[in-house]
């Protein structure tokens, strides 16, 4: 039983994975990673599930980490900041390499985490109104476990334009630099996302997973090394000055000291 995270599936084997924690926006905190991160585990290996959708309830699809859930480790035992870091970038690995195509719905806005998990979606969907960012910066962070998808999703060049300066783009420029694949009205949403699952309703699932496979073969995604590199530089960030003035000046509604 899962508390952050509801799952619909139909009789075709689509499981659509809905984030709702929606007073949060969304936001990742311990029990939503660890709820994300079994359900997808497990629907990778069950057989009868054909295509995994990734949705959201609410206003917002996803709000990146959540800032109590970050604080809270800033002042835990090392080992414990190290634990965290670790889960959040298993998540995205499971996400990433789950065998079957993952689909992004995205009904909302983006940031931070919420990008990274757009970016492990094999193609996402959004709405004209969303908004996106990798906000990380403005908070004294950087968007650590997330930047090997967020830049085998946009290229180095495209990242460049968005990955340190926490700016927010639109749908438009979404698309441009490819972390969306096309934009739909609301209304059209469902029926964009049908028309994306429909083809692999045709396909021998054995196939496309191992299709998927070769993708994460040839493109060299993130391995092991690189993983325990993001970990460390987000613990390295958690453990950090401007880390801490920068959420303390978020919860006491003031701007961080570097703000100008």
Known sequence: MTETIRLNRDARGVVTL???RTEKHNALDAQMISEITQVIRHLGQDKTVRVVVL????KSFCAGGDLRWMQANMTARPEERAASARALAEMLAALDTCPKPVIGRVQGNAFGGGVGM?????VAI??????FGLTETRLGLTPATISPY??????????????MSSRLFGAEEAVALDLIARVVAPEALDGAIEAEIAPYLTCAPGAVADAKALVHMLSKGADSALQEATISALVQRWESDEAGAGIAAFFDRKPPPWAL
Not at 118 to 122: A, E, G, L, N, W
Not at 150 to 163: D, E, L, N, Q, T
Request: charged share 25%; glycine share 6%.
């Open 18 to 20: 809905w984030l709702a």
């Open 55 to 58: 949705a959201a309830e609410g």
């Open 118 to 122: 757009i970016s492990v979606c094999d």
């Open 126 to 131: 959004a709405v004209p109104d969303a908004r």
């Open 150 to 163: 967020v830049i085998a999703r946009m290229g180095a060049a495209k990242a460049r334009r968005v990955f």
